[in-house]
């Protein structure tokens, strides 16, 4: 219930950025078109949202037999969890998430690079924690908070740069030389809006999660490799993440600099693994 009202807050919100950006460009008709794009922004994300994702990231589905699919098929008896799909990311950067809009059309994801350095130990880790999400049902507001950031961004700056070429999105004239604050705030504070969102949503569901995939797994060891392994190398190996997706990864996916390094969607990794071996005590 709680992550169902978290995604209704969050669909309002990222709704309202875009109403009221639309109103300040283009007054009632960029109202009217911010409208309309936030209802399909809405419908979109919750329906599609795990697809769209999926497609960013050129994930390709794999069946029994495969060494990830093996793993997720065994933790998903041990959690009690109906099967999800599982794709393979052709990413050399270790990574992986989980997306859906629930338990029953979940999917969890991996890239190339995870599974070339981790043992099965601290890959079953990884699919442990990922299937927590699932288990906790943070997919829906993960997946359609990169939906709705990711298409907050995109839309932002077409709409910014639609005023700043046409005199804004319902072309009046006196916008044409000036009202610098509506393009700044279309360009750069909606992202940023995004950003804030998500950071609000991630950060303490990641301890939830490293929690419950150790007790799905077992044990808490292979997720704590993993997490130092896939920390280390993620460093020198980035993954290219869309910034709107960087909080459904197990790790954040790129070390931004500047303006960037304010936005983490993770606590930090050595507080992640405190936690987990405090729970062995």
């Known amino acids: 219930m709680g992550n169902t009202v978290k995604t209704v807050l969050l669909l309002g919100l990222l709704s309202g950025v875009l109403l009221a950006l639309g109103q300040v460009i283009g007054g009632s008709n960029g109202l009217l078109i911010a409208f309309v794009l936030a209802a399909i922004m809405n419908f979109g994300s919750y329906w599609f949202s795990d697809k769209l994702v999926l497609r960013m990231y050129r994930a390709q589905e794999v069946g029994p037999g495969h060494r990830l699919y093996s793993i997720v098929e065994r933790l998903t008896r041990q959690a009690n969890l109906p099967m999800p799909r599982v794709y393979i990311i052709p990413d050399p950067s270790p990574n992986a998430f989980a997306t859906g809009r629930n338990p029953e059309h979940a999917a969890v994801a991996a890239t190339e690079g995870v599974l070339r350095i981790l043992t099965d130990a601290e890959l079953e880790g990884v699919v442990a924690h990922e299937l927590a999400h699932v288990k906790n049902r943070d997919i829906l507001i993960s997946s359609v908070a990169a939906t709705l950031a990711a298409a907050t961004i995109m839309v932002g700056r077409m709409m910014g740069y639609a005023a700043m070429f046409s005199g804004g999105v319902g072309g009046r004239s006196d916008r044409r030389d000036g009202n610098p604050l509506a393009l700044l705030a279309m360009i750069i504070l909606a992202p940023l809006a995004a950003m804030l969102i998500q950071m609000w949503i ?47 990864f197990i790790i954040k996916p790129f070390s931004g600099p500047g303006l960037m390094s304010l936005f983490s969607s993770h606590p930090p990794t050595e507080a992640r693994i405190r936690a987990l071996l405090g729970t062995t005590r």
């Open 202 to 248: 991630s950060r303490t569901r990641e301890f939830s999660a490293d929690a419950g995939g150790a007790t799905i797994a077992g044990n808490p060891y292979g997720l704590v490799e993993a997490l130092k392994k896939i920390d280390a190398i993620s460093k020198q190996v980035p993954l290219d993440a869309n910034p709107a997706t960087a909080h459904m």
